[in-house]
């Protein structure tokens, strides 16, 4: 896809120039410089979500990934790696490869760009995902039954106390 532009938000941490550098001179070695913008940081993230057609996250290690939920509520479909809980936030609403395998990243992105009706749809799939389960309402009223049911004893060791209370004295063991 000639036309296709592979657009890198985000600032260059400091000690991390000569990466940056090397990332432009390989682009340009590939012959790819002008498909390639590094975009820099940007004050609000959701510009950046919102900037393109899909969003990528091609992470090694990720605990949960806030890129892709802020990416996910503007409607955009994704393509990341199987690491920490992106399987779990993304679900069936963006696409899931392995990691260190860019080649698999690649015919994930170049199959969302050459599907408009594919990625519309997941995009929106995404939208609902992210109302229905990350909003902050949701995490309240979730926290909110976990309490209600340690408060009413129906978690825990079964005898009223939730698992993680203890009467014993600080430093107590046995």
């Known amino acids: ?14 000690g991390g120039e000569a990466y940056r550098e090397r990332c432009e001179a390989l682009a340009a070695e590939l012959g790819h410089a002008d498909a390639v913008v ?21 992470s090694i290690s990720e605990g949960f990934p806030f890129t892709l939920i802020e990416a996910m509520s503007c409607g ?14 993304v679900g069936d609403t963006g696409l899931v490869v392995p990691p260190r395998e860019p080649e698999a990243m690649a015919r994930a992105a170049l199959e969302l760009l050459r599907d408009p009706e594919r990625r519309a ?12 389960q990350f909003t902050l309402r949701q995490t309240i009223d979730t926290f909110r039954s976990i309490y209600t049911e340690l408060a009413a004893g129906r978690a825990g060791d079964g005898a009223g106390l939730p698992a993680w209370r203890d009467d014993r ?3 107590a063991l046995g």
């Open 1 to 14: 896809m000639p036309d296709a532009r592979l657009r890198l938000f985000g600032g260059t941490p400091r």
């Open 38 to 58: 590094f975009e820099g940081r940007v004050e609000d993230i959701r510009d950046a979500g919102a900037a393109g057609n899909a969003v990528m996250l091609s």
């Open 76 to 89: 955009r479909a994704t393509v990341s790696t199987d690491v920490g809980g992106v399987r779990e936030a």
């Open 121 to 132: 749809a997941m995009g929106q799939g995404a939208r609902l995902r992210v109302i229905e």
């Open 169 to 171: 004295p600080a430093g």
